[in-house]
């Protein structure tokens, strides 16, 4: 089964929690904090794999979760760092959010990070000041959010061949290259795209074969064209045509209508270097012209006249491929990626008054200030009351009207305003 399509669901570790511990032995009865910090929770990357061909893993499997930190404990040990998890994938994943926003598109050797464990969380002892000695509390560790991401297969080759049904791509593919592709006399032979390596003196380069385009594939008719991002990324196209006739379509009428389908999928694609190989030349009569008169109404392509099934031309073919080769740069065309899926927001404060009358207070400055709060202590409490002042959130508050005596929900917590 070929997969280029697959909606999986990623996240990274939490952070572990970090410890309250007091230090207790023999010499210390009553000795200070030694509670460690909670270990970060492990990231989640993904690289290419070039033994992977396409997106198959990832119909059985749809999620990927990295290992949690592991929790702060006493004598200032230090949560263990969750384990990072390294997604495998074909070469040219490109990997989106729902929306369509480019994450990555794992072409290179390295890994590429997509999501960011949460950060562990701070022991006690990171809270003892002189005058609070004994702090009884630590901060949990930050949980992290699992996020769903498109992956999207676009294969990477040098050469794509377009064409009718049955004009003979996929019999070109297996008579340049090592691929074995299914060949057969009917339309819609070939389902999925085939890859296959030419192998010719001292160069190599790698052929996309994909299904045949009919007219109407822009608007879902045959395969429709959907696999064409499949050779969106190739550097050039060897458009191939059923010289012979012998379908009973026109060799001319079937080339411009499959450039309008390239075009109608986008422009980048129909302008990309494109040669012909006129297949089945065995079937012509000799005193046959119609090789002539196709070079007559195509003067600006290079035509190679080809049958596959004979190799006839076949090397040809090959050489002036690599010519055109040589004259585009090597650089594979990739997407732009970069877009951050778990932007962290700790800076946001919100301040609303709802129909109760209650202000209810609510951001990601929030919610990294209670990670690190037990409200049932008294001591932590304190600590609670006067970040409030000290991040601006009490001047939030009265900016928004608050007074003392009113009432203020943060994280589903009512308090009394105070001053
Ligand atoms: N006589 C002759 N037959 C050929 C030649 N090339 C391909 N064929 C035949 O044409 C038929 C179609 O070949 P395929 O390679 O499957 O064609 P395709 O373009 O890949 O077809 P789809 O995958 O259906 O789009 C097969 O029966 C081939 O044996 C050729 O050069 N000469
Ligand atoms: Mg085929």
Same mark, same amino acid.
């Given at each position: 089964?070929?997969?280029?399509?697959?909606?999986?669901?990623?996240?990274?570790?939490?952070?572990?929690?970090?410890?309250?511990?007091?230090?207790?032995?023999?010499?210390?009865?009553?000795?200070?904090?030694? $509670? /460690?910090? !909670? &270990?970060? *929770?492990?990231?989640? %990357?993904?690289? #290419?794999?070039? +033994?992977?061909? @396409?997106?198959?893993?990832?119909?059985?499997?749809?999620?990927?979760?990295?290992?949690?930190?592991?929790?702060?404990?006493?004598?200032?040990?230090?949560?263990?760092?969750?384990?990072?998890?390294?997604?495998?994938?074909?070469?040219?994943?490109?990997?989106?959010?729902?929306?369509?926003?480019?994450?990555?598109?794992?072409?290179?050797?390295?890994?590429?990070?997509?999501?960011? $464990? /949460?950060? !562990? &969380?701070? *022991?006690?002892?990171? %809270?003892?000041? #002189?005058?609070? +000695?004994?702090? @009884?509390?630590?901060?949990?560790?930050?949980?992290?959010?699992?996020?769903?991401?498109?992956?999207?297969?676009?294969?990477?080759?040098?050469?794509?061949?377009?064409?009718?049904?049955?004009?003979?791509?996929?019999?070109?593919?297996?008579?340049?290259?090592?691929?074995?592709?299914?060949?057969?006399?009917?339309?819609?032979?070939?389902?999925?795209?085939?890859?296959?390596?030419?192998?010719?003196?001292?160069?190599?380069?790698?052929?996309?074969?994909?299904?045949?385009?009919?007219?109407?594939?822009?608007?879902?008719?045959?395969?429709?064209?959907?696999?064409?991002?499949?050779?969106?990324?190739?550097?050039?196209?060897?458009?191939?045509?059923?010289?012979?006739?012998?379908?009973?379509?026109?060799?001319?009428?079937?080339?411009?209508?499959?450039?309008?389908?390239?075009?109608?999928?986008?422009?980048?694609?129909?302008?990309?270097?494109?040669?012909?190989?006129?297949?089945?030349?065995?079937?012509?009569?000799?005193?046959?012209?119609?090789?002539?008169?196709?070079?007559?109404?195509?003067?600006?392509?290079?035509?190679?006249?080809?049958?596959?099934?004979?190799?006839?031309?076949?090397?040809?073919?090959?050489?002036?491929?690599?010519?055109?080769?040589?004259?585009?740069?090597?650089?594979?065309?990739?997407?732009?990626?970069?877009?951050?899926?778990?932007?962290?927001?700790?800076?946001?404060?919100?301040?609303?008054?709802?129909?109760?009358?209650?202000?209810?207070?609510?951001?990601?400055?929030?919610?990294?200030?209670?990670?690190?709060?037990?409200?049932?202590?008294?001591?932590?409490?304190?600590?609670?009351?006067?970040?409030?002042?000290?991040?601006?959130?009490?001047?939030?508050?009265?900016?928004?009207?608050?007074?003392?005596?009113?009432?203020?929900?943060?994280?589903?917590?009512?308090?009394?305003?105070?001053?």
């Amino acid at each position: 089964m070929f997969v280029d399509y697959a909606v999986i669901t990623i996240k990274a570790g939490n952070g572990g929690d970090g410890s309250a511990h007091f230090l207790r032995d023999a010499h210390h009865i009553a000795g200070g904090p030694d $509670g /460690g910090n !909670g &270990g970060k *929770g492990g990231d989640v %990357y993904f690289v #290419a794999d070039p +033994q992977k061909s @396409n997106l198959v893993d990832f119909y059985y499997t749809k999620k990927f979760v990295a290992g949690n930190g592991g929790n702060g404990g006493g004598q200032n040990c230090n949560g263990k760092r969750g384990e990072d998890l390294i997604i495998k994938v074909p070469r040219g994943t490109v990997i989106k959010d729902k929306q369509g926003n480019v994450i990555a598109d794992i072409i290179g050797d390295e890994p590429v990070r997509v999501l960011r $464990g /949460g950060k !562990g &969380g701070r *022991g006690n002892t990171f %809270y003892a000041t #002189a005058t609070r +000695q004994t702090p @009884n509390f630590a901060q949990t560790g930050e949980l992290v959010k699992a996020y769903k991401v498109v992956l999207e297969l676009k294969l990477i080759a040098d050469v794509g061949l377009v064409g009718l049904p049955n004009v003979g791509k996929s019999t070109v593919l297996s008579s340049v290259s090592n691929a074995k592709p299914k060949i057969a006399n009917y339309h819609f032979t070939t389902l999925d795209p085939n890859v296959g390596v030419v192998k010719y003196k001292d160069k190599a380069f790698v052929v996309a074969d994909i299904p045949g385009l009919i007219e109407g594939a822009s608007e879902g008719a045959g395969l429709g064209h959907k696999f064409l991002r499949h050779i969106e990324r190739t550097r050039m196209l060897v458009h191939v045509v059923d010289i012979s006739g012998i379908e009973g379509t026109d060799p001319v009428a079937s080339f411009k209508l499959i450039n309008e389908e390239l075009r109608k999928y986008s422009d980048k694609l129909a302008s990309k270097k494109m040669i012909i190989a006129l297949n089945k030349c065995d079937l012509l009569p000799p005193e046959s012209t119609a090789i002539d008169d196709f070079r007559r109404q195509f003067p600006d392509y290079t035509i190679v006249p080809i049958s596959a099934a004979t190799m006839k031309g076949v090397e040809d073919l090959i050489i002036e491929i690599l010519k055109v080769l040589n004259t585009l740069p090597v650089e594979i065309e990739h997407e732009e990626g970069g877009f951050v899926l778990d932007e962290r927001d700790v800076t946001s404060l919100n301040v609303e008054l709802n129909e109760d009358g209650v202000y209810v207070v609510s951001g990601g400055k929030i919610d990294e200030l209670v990670r690190g709060i037990v409200l049932t202590d008294t001591q932590s409490f304190a600590y609670f009351q006067k970040r409030l002042k000290k991040d601006g959130i009490i001047d939030k508050l009265k900016e928004a009207g608050a007074k003392e005596g009113d009432d203020v929900m943060i994280n589903n917590i009512m308090f009394t305003m105070v001053d």
